[in-house]
């Protein structure tokens, strides 16, 4: 008998001396099919342990966020609010480029968005190589990959383009011009354009032809939900808008484009330049206030984009300037009397590591520009909070221009914590009907509102941006940037909306909004984008 035999006999049990051939080749196969049923236990075990981890490690990312927002001293608020006493607040762990090297802390948060990342543009590269059939049966049951794409830093996603392009080659397209034809760029252009059109970091040219594909296939697919083809629609309206009130030879490039399978209306992302980004000298980034979505409202904003445009040309500004419109979070409700009102702190805080994301692309790609944040209402409180040195900070601009503020980010609570922007290079501006002091307690201010706002709908909701600042469920008024207190002893950079009456960002039929066409307020963010600041009045 052979020495693999008799350990087989020997572990089940059986006499081969006693056993027919055939009873002794049954109960092997037995013996062998229990075995495989064993390993299938175990691989399905070692899943469910992995999808465990997944969700553990979501779970540690949300407290993560409460974390490292402790502040230092031996007395801290601990995650969930209470006192705590420590000898220290360090809640990461550090790492060394090299033996002997600096240590650089990484808090937890870190960590997981670097983890994030990783397999984020490890799942790209496979995509890009694998069978296609099998590439789209997994992104049709993963929907949400789509949104970790913008998270990759800028660096990484200009590394990850290298290395696809020099293994990439480009042919004619059907109907003129040139698309890849081979390598990972043309498998990923025809089944997944969006992993390269959603990356910051990419040229805006480059983005911009990915995003176009998504767009339209988006608009191809019988199976697009409604969301999905209402963003798509109104994107394309967007897009031939802009080329149509622009002047001739206006680059339109659409820098973010992101519809996925398993979101509702508010989900939808897309960034719209009127201007060519990638050599513009001024760079204006539009941020939009409460109630927006891509669905609704990406075509009035591109016009938003147009009319900052033309507010360059009216001042005087002769070098190229890009205005960007970017709708890349979960903007607020309006109505006062739902949990999506606009004094959620939590939306502007979620939307604001997508907008330090996008920005870092822009420098990444356009150096020499001058940038501007354009904020209005609600997206105040998310561009203060990407500018800030909180967790949810790390943004840099060369201007800040505040319009119609509710409140800034609860963490600012003068113009020195914005450390992503000079302080004499932040400025805020707030019209005479969005300075309503309504009466109090907060029942009645929302009373009071209704009917101011019933009675002047016509001129622009009166008063919506001082409601926000009240009705802020952060536990304080966030800080009202249009208060001498904010500037903490520097100059203020408070300018007058002339001819803007309420709370709109366009025109209304009594009066300008904010971004209107020729509005004063419009004309002296154009200076401020030029670095023309001590021109306004």
């Keep these: 008998m052979a ?22 080749r049954e109960s092997r196969t037995d013996a062998l099919h ?9 691989s399905q075990l070692e899943i469910d342990i992995e999808t465990f981890r997944r969700d553990v490690e979501a779970e540690e990312e949300a407290i993560a966020r409460r974390l490292t927002g402790i502040s230092g001293g031996d007395e801290v608020l601990g995650a969930w609010g209470e ?45 890009s190589v694998t069978d296609p059939a099998a590439a789209k049966e997994w992104l049709d049951a993963h929907p949400e990959f789509a949104a970790t794409v913008g998270l990759i830093d800028p660096a990484v996603a200009a590394r990850l383009w290298q290395g ?28 997944a ?27 191809d697919d019988p199976d697009a939900t409604e969301e999905q083809r209402a963003a798509a629609e109104q994107t394309q309206k967007a897009l031939d808008r802009a080329l149509s009130h622009s002047p001739e030879g206006t680059a339109v490039q659409l820098v973010a484009f992101e519809v996925p399978a398993d979101g509702g209306e508010r989900d939808m992302r897309a960034a719209i330049s009127v201007g060519d980004l990638d050599t513009a ?58 949990s999506e009102f606009l004094g959620r702190d939590d939306l502007a805080q979620e939307g604001a590591l997508p907008l330090v994301r996008f920005l870092g692309g822009v420098d990444a790609t356009n150096p020499s520009a001058e940038t501007t944040i354009h904020a209005y209402s609600y997206s105040t409180r998310l561009a203060t909070y990407a500018l800030s040195a909180g967790p949810y900070g790390g943004g840099e ?71 926000g600042e009240a009705l802020s469920d952060v536990g304080v008024d966030n800080a009202d940037p249009n208060d001498p207190s904010f500037w903490s002893g520097h100059e203020p950079n408070v300018f007058v909306s002339d001819g ?38």
């Design 281 to 338: 000298q001024y760079v204006g980034v539009m941020l939009p206030g409460m109630d927006s979505s891509v669905a609704v409202s990406i075509r009035g904003l591109v016009g938003n984009a147009i009319n900052m445009q033309d507010a360059h040309v009216r001042v005087g500004n002769a070098d190229a300037t890009a205005s960007v419109v970017w709708m890349g979070f979960e903007s607020a409700g309006a109505n006062p009397f739902t």
């Design 83 to 127: 006192k705590v006493t420590v000898s220290q607040t360090f809640w990461g762990f550090a790492e060394q480029a090299y033996p002997g090297a600096p240590r650089e802390s990484v808090d937890l948060t870190g960590h997981l968005q670097d983890a994030i990342e990783q397999a984020t543009v490890a799942r790209i590269n496979k995509l």
């Design 193 to 219: 354009p969006f992993t390269i059109g959603n990356l910051n970091g990419l040229l805006a040219k480059d983005r911009d032809e990915f995003n176009r594909e998504t767009l339209r296939q988006t608009l």
């Design 397 to 467: 601009v060369d201007h800040l221009v505040l319009y119609g503020s509710p409140g800034v980010a609860e963490a600012v609570r003068t113009v020195d914590d914005l450390v992503g922007v000079p302080p004499g290079e932040v400025y805020s501006t707030k019209s005479v009907g969005d300075q309503l002091r309504l009466p109090r307690p907060e029942i009645l201010q929302v009373q009071a509102y209704g009917f101011v706002m019933a009675a002047s709908a016509a001129s622009g909701q009166a008063g919506m941006a001082e409601l």
């Design 500 to 537: 803007v009456f309420g709370h709109a960002a366009d025109e209304t039929p009594r009066s300008d909004g904010y971004w209107s066409r020729g509005s004063d307020s419009i004309k002296d963010g154009a200076l401020i984008a030029a670095g023309r600041g001590d021109e306004v009045r």
């Design 3 to 24: 020495l693999a035999d008799a350990q087989y006999w020997a572990a089940y049990g059986s006499d081969p001396e006693s056993t027919s051939t055939t009873s002794a």
């Design 164 to 191: 696809m392009a020099s293994e990439s080659t480009r042919g004619p397209a059907d109907g003129g011009g040139e698309r890849w034809a081979t390598g990972p760029l043309a498998q990923l252009f025809d089944i």
């Design 34 to 42: 229990n075995q495989e049923q064993a390993r299938e236990v175990e």
